[in-house]
């Protein structure tokens, strides 16, 4: 069904619910918190009302903003990790989402390009790997020393990666870290873990280095996948070092409207909403 009728459909059958007279008085106070709910709601950017009823689930939780409910709520981070799962569709190339949601499976990159010189090993899809070169070169002329420390992973090596994690802390605290085999952004190609040269990237935060690609990565297409405080729709814990490669436009829109950017692919990638003016210049 058409989604624009399905939308109208929709706020047809919840204008009904709304319209109808309360079957009891207990129930009359309920209705009027739904509505006001809804109302608080629908004031905001991005409501939709065909999900309403998803929405209203967080009624009277008191864990998340109005806002926050809606950025969870419409970009299905509502559903069960790894149950309520689809592939990823990666006809859409750089804009292809992978979460915990959105699996490759046993997916491979078509072009890899070495790393080369920018890097401690391995290799990324080939426009991301040269984009990150651009990247890195910029940094290292306002000194800065960025360095990917880890690029694409293959299927089998996430495979050992992730189940080194399960064996050493378990299922449940490696699952908040690491992806599962199939499920991991750099299985893409399109993602890179960096450090500053010569150290681990488990040192990269608060580094000028760390600083400087907060302030400069979208302008050669980079974004801060996981981003602090953004878990509750990402999935996955702040990592200031894991940078992904959308291009120069989609890295724009989302730096500057601080977006996820499972947001950003819900909104303008597969939904039909305008870019925000801002990144149109
Ligand atoms: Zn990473």
Redesign the pocket.
Known sequence: MHWKLLRRLSALALSALLTLPPAAPALASGETEREAFLAELAALPHYQEERAERYLAYLGSGEYTPEQILRIVNTDSDLTPYEDMVEADVSYGILTLVNKHRYLAEYEPEALSALGQYGSWGSMEKEARNAFASLADAAAADGYRIWGV?PYRSYERQRSIYNSYVRAHGQAEADTYSARPGWS??QTGL???VAVRGRGYDAFDGTPECEWLKEHAHEFGFILRYGEGMDYITGYMY?P??YRYVGAEAAAVIWENDLTFEEYYYYYVIGDEALPEAALH
């Open positions: 880890s952004e750099h993602a890179v873990d990592e070092w894991h």
